[in-house]
Protein backbone atom coordinates (compact mmCIF):
# COMPACT_ATOMS: atom_id res chain seq x y z
CA UNK A 1 0.00 0.00 0.00
CA UNK A 2 1.06 3.79 -1.03
CA UNK A 3 0.20 6.16 1.44
CA UNK A 4 0.34 9.70 0.72
CA UNK A 5 0.55 12.58 3.36
CA UNK A 6 -0.43 16.22 3.01
CA UNK A 7 -1.34 19.25 5.20
CA UNK A 8 2.10 19.75 7.25
CA UNK A 9 3.21 23.40 7.68
CA UNK A 10 3.86 26.10 10.10
CA UNK A 11 1.27 27.04 12.36
CA UNK A 12 0.94 29.39 15.70
CA UNK A 13 0.64 27.85 19.26
CA UNK A 14 -3.30 28.13 19.88
CA UNK A 15 -3.92 27.63 15.96
CA UNK A 16 -4.85 24.66 14.06
CA UNK A 17 -4.00 22.35 10.70
CA UNK A 18 -5.35 19.55 9.11
CA UNK A 19 -3.40 16.37 7.80
CA UNK A 20 -4.62 14.15 5.38
CA UNK A 21 -3.54 11.03 4.17
CA UNK A 22 -4.48 9.02 0.92
CA UNK A 23 -3.84 5.22 1.00
CA UNK A 24 -3.90 3.45 -2.76
CA UNK A 25 -2.68 -0.01 -3.80
CA UNK A 26 -5.05 -1.87 -2.08
CA UNK A 27 -8.31 -2.29 0.02
CA UNK A 28 -7.90 -1.48 3.58
CA UNK A 29 -11.13 -2.70 4.33
CA UNK A 30 -11.20 -4.22 8.09
CA UNK A 31 -7.86 -2.28 8.66
CA UNK A 32 -7.15 0.83 10.65
CA UNK A 33 -5.61 3.93 9.42
CA UNK A 34 -3.54 7.09 11.23
CA UNK A 35 -0.97 8.97 12.70
CA UNK A 36 2.49 8.59 14.43
CA UNK A 37 4.99 11.41 14.99
CA UNK A 38 8.29 12.01 15.80
CA UNK A 39 9.77 15.35 17.39
CA UNK A 40 13.20 16.23 16.95
CA UNK A 41 15.71 14.09 18.81
CA UNK A 42 13.09 11.31 20.09
CA UNK A 43 11.59 8.54 18.88
CA UNK A 44 8.07 7.65 17.15
CA UNK A 45 5.28 7.69 19.54
CA UNK A 46 1.53 7.12 18.82
CA UNK A 47 -0.84 9.76 17.88
CA UNK A 48 -4.14 8.56 17.10
CA UNK A 49 -5.74 5.90 14.46
CA UNK A 50 -9.12 4.68 13.71
CA UNK A 51 -10.77 1.66 12.26
CA UNK A 52 -11.45 1.96 8.59
CA UNK A 53 -14.91 1.88 9.36
CA UNK A 54 -14.71 5.31 11.58
CA UNK A 55 -15.27 3.29 14.59
CA UNK A 56 -13.41 3.20 17.50
CA UNK A 57 -10.93 6.32 17.36
CA UNK A 58 -8.26 6.07 19.55
CA UNK A 59 -6.28 9.17 20.55
CA UNK A 60 -2.83 9.43 22.81
CA UNK A 61 -3.28 11.30 26.05
CA UNK A 62 -0.80 13.80 24.77
CA UNK A 63 -3.70 15.10 22.38
CA UNK A 64 -7.28 14.05 23.34
CA UNK A 65 -9.60 16.68 23.52
CA UNK A 66 -7.04 18.65 20.82
CA UNK A 67 -7.32 16.26 18.18
CA UNK A 68 -9.55 14.85 15.98
CA UNK A 69 -9.09 11.83 13.69
CA UNK A 70 -11.82 10.64 10.65
CA UNK A 71 -11.67 8.24 7.63
CA UNK A 72 -13.27 8.71 4.23
CA UNK A 73 -13.81 4.98 2.80
CA UNK A 74 -14.85 6.82 -0.38
CA UNK A 75 -11.87 8.44 -0.88
CA UNK A 76 -9.46 6.14 0.98
CA UNK A 77 -8.26 9.08 2.80
CA UNK A 78 -7.77 9.45 6.81
CA UNK A 79 -7.85 13.11 8.26
CA UNK A 80 -6.70 14.29 11.30
CA UNK A 81 -7.91 17.76 12.54
CA UNK A 82 -5.46 19.60 15.04
CA UNK A 83 -6.56 22.29 16.89
CA UNK A 84 -5.07 24.15 20.05
CA UNK A 85 -1.83 23.43 18.93
CA UNK A 86 1.30 23.19 21.11
CA UNK A 87 5.04 23.72 20.53
CA UNK A 88 5.23 20.52 22.17
CA UNK A 89 3.17 19.08 18.96
CA UNK A 90 6.02 20.16 16.24
CA UNK A 91 7.00 16.92 15.19
CA UNK A 92 6.71 14.59 11.70
CA UNK A 93 3.73 13.41 11.04
CA UNK A 94 3.74 9.31 9.61
CA UNK A 95 0.58 8.39 7.81
CA UNK A 96 0.18 4.69 9.41
CA UNK A 97 -2.07 1.40 8.65
CA UNK A 98 -2.30 -1.22 11.22
CA UNK A 99 -4.12 -4.80 11.77
CA UNK A 100 -6.61 -3.40 14.41
CA UNK A 101 -7.02 0.23 16.17
CA UNK A 102 -4.64 0.34 19.08
CA UNK A 103 -1.69 2.39 19.85
CA UNK A 104 0.22 -0.67 18.80
CA UNK A 105 3.32 -0.77 16.25
CA UNK A 106 1.90 -0.27 12.63
CA UNK A 107 1.92 -2.48 9.98
CA UNK A 108 2.51 0.09 6.92
CA UNK A 109 4.10 3.55 7.08
CA UNK A 110 4.18 6.41 4.81
CA UNK A 111 6.25 9.55 4.01
CA UNK A 112 6.29 11.90 6.92
CA UNK A 113 4.82 15.50 6.98
CA UNK A 114 6.55 18.07 9.09
CA UNK A 115 4.56 20.28 11.28
CA UNK A 116 5.65 22.66 13.28
CA UNK A 117 3.99 25.18 16.19
CA UNK A 118 5.96 28.84 17.07
CA UNK A 119 4.98 29.72 20.49
Known amino acids: VQLQASGGGLAQAGGSLRLSCEAS????????MGWFRQAPGMGREFVAT????????VYAASVKGRFTISIDNAKNTVYLEMRSLKPEDTAVYYC?????????????WGQGTLVTVSS
Open 96 to 108: IVQREATTGWPEE
Open 50 to 57: ILSSGNRP
Open 25 to 32: GRSLNYYA
